[in-house]
């Protein structure tokens, strides 16, 4: 299944109650907004190259061998971000430009130029049919195995951006990033275990927390279960320009290792 502005892959039968989310891999801004940008080319790709998890759709694919579905957004975030929330009074990131909808750079200069009808129109033409979509699927994991577990997939640069909330530059090679609610301290911790086992450094909501649940499970259901994994992207890439370094193959199957091991060993779905 798919649309023009996500995709949804492995839908059909899904061997587990799995949600691989990656809404941050893509780099495509279509001619219609970018008519409303207020900078230059060279300007706009600066922040595509910072604000881009690049490669992320590749570097978890291996979620979809576990029989996991991938729900991958497949425009830049700069147009629509389906991790904020669509109130700006609920998203801290509004605060500097970055809600649901962009306005200024991770320099804090101004973006684009939107107007609050655009900003509906975006939020009623891309944002509500995403997580509409992001709803429906984990609706058929609870009618199907009567739980669900989303896995969102995300990289993060080796050194804080402007615009970030924490500007600390110790940054560890894995962040795990949990709910309150919707993330159990034994899956949190089998995780991060699985990770270090790697030899990976890794910690727990730092420098990034929280991770995705769709709308109409947000704090309501705990059988919808949601765990965040970002890898620090000087691992596998090349932060000046996002292509693939060497060693990216290695940081792909160690993330289908660690994963495998952890959803074998730390998860016991119920299989219809």
Request: charged share 25%.
């Amino acid at each position: 299944m798919s649309d023009k502005s996500f995709e949804i892959i492995g839908a059909g039968n899904p061997a587990i109650p799995v949600l691989a989310h990656i809404p941050h891999s893509s780099t495509h801004v279509p001619e219609r907004y970018r008519r409303h940008l207020l900078v230059d080319g060279a300007t706009l790709d600066r922040e595509i190259i910072r604000l881009t998890d690049w490669h992320t759709d590749t570097l978890f694919s291996s979620l979809s061998e576990l029989g996991a579905i991938r729900f991958v957004n497949r425009l830049s975030r700069i147009v629509m971000d389906p991790e904020r929330f669509a109130d700006d009074s609920r998203e801290p990131m509004s605060r500097v430009g970055q809600g649901v909808v962009y306005t200024h750079t991770t320099e804090g200069q101004p973006l684009a130029c939107i107007s609050d009808a655009e900003r509906e129109q975006r939020i009623r033409d891309l944002y509500v049919p995403y997580h509409h979509a992001l709803n429906r699927t984990v609706a058929g994991f609870l009618k199907r195995f009567g739980e669900a577990l989303i896995i969102d997939c995300h990289s993060f640069a080796t050194d804080p951006l402007p615009s970030e909330p924490d500007q600390s530059r110790n940054r560890p090679d894995i962040c795990i990033g949990t709910d309150p609610y919707h993330t159990p301290d034994a899956l949190s911790e089998d995780l991060a275990a699985a990770f270090l086992r790697q030899g990976y450094s890794v910690e727990i909501d730092r420098p990034f927390s929280g991770t995705l649940i769709p709308t109409d499970y947000y704090r309501k259901d705990g059988h919808v279960q949601s765990i965040m994994i970002e890898v620090r992207r000087g691992l596998y890439c090349n932060e000046e320009n996002g292509s693939v370094k060497s060693t990216f193959e290695a940081t792909r199957e160690s993330i289908r290792q660690t994963t495998r091991e952890h959803l074998l060993a730390g998860e016991d779905f119920n299989t219809p």
